[in-house]
């Protein structure tokens, strides 16, 4: 069963919610876990679906769709970029679920219960808060190219401890 460590809030702008946060307030780094959400978008634009940042080891993931035919997961404050072939454009205004799972040594992206691979890892699961201030985002911005995120977010999870395996993405 997921553990709850805090909640979902989303900073708006007029009728415009710029991101969702998640108010971590128990979570620590490490080694395995995963992120999950449903997306539907049909911005041609890069979008970043989850980025967060750790005061504990400086590590960062940011994660999202780059462009009709790419996945790109940046990890360690966006000094490692890997760029994932995906079979198809899930910017088509349809529900996408996705999933991106990390264990100690490697990281896994699933979309709509697919895996389209990953690159390795050597950093670990990053989860917790940037001088006691929530540090977890779907739909931020993120490094690089990936911009804001322009479409529908639902059902947001982050699993620690866990990384998620194909059998229970699927």
């Known amino acids: 069963a997921a553990a709850s460590y805090g909640s ?8 415009t919610i710029n991101a969702l946060t998640a108010n971590l307030t128990s979570v620590t780094d490490s080694s395995s876990g995963a992120y999950e959400l449903w997306f539907k978008s049909t911005s041609s634009a890069a979008i970043c679906l989850f980025r967060n940042d750790s005061a504990n080891s400086g590590n960062a993931i940011c994660f999202g769709i780059r462009d009709a035919t790419h996945f790109e997961v940046q990890l360690l404050n966006g000094v490692t970029s890997t760029l994932i072939t995906m079979g198809s454009d899930p910017r088509d205004g349809n529900w996408h679920h996705v999933v991106v799972s990390i ?4 990281v896994t992206v699933y979309i709509d219960g697919v895996s389209i691979g990953g690159p390795g890892n050597s950093y670990g699961f990053f989860v917790g808060s940037v001088g006691g201030t929530p540090s977890a985002y779907f739909g931020a911005s993120g490094a690089g190219d990936l911009a804001q995120f322009s479409g529908t977010i639902s059902e ?15």
């Open 8 to 15: 979902l809030t989303s900073a708006a702008s007029g009728n």
């Open 103 to 106: 264990n100690a040594t490697a």
């Open 156 to 170: 947001c999870a982050l699993y620690r401890g866990t990384a998620l395996t194909g059998a229970r993405v699927t």
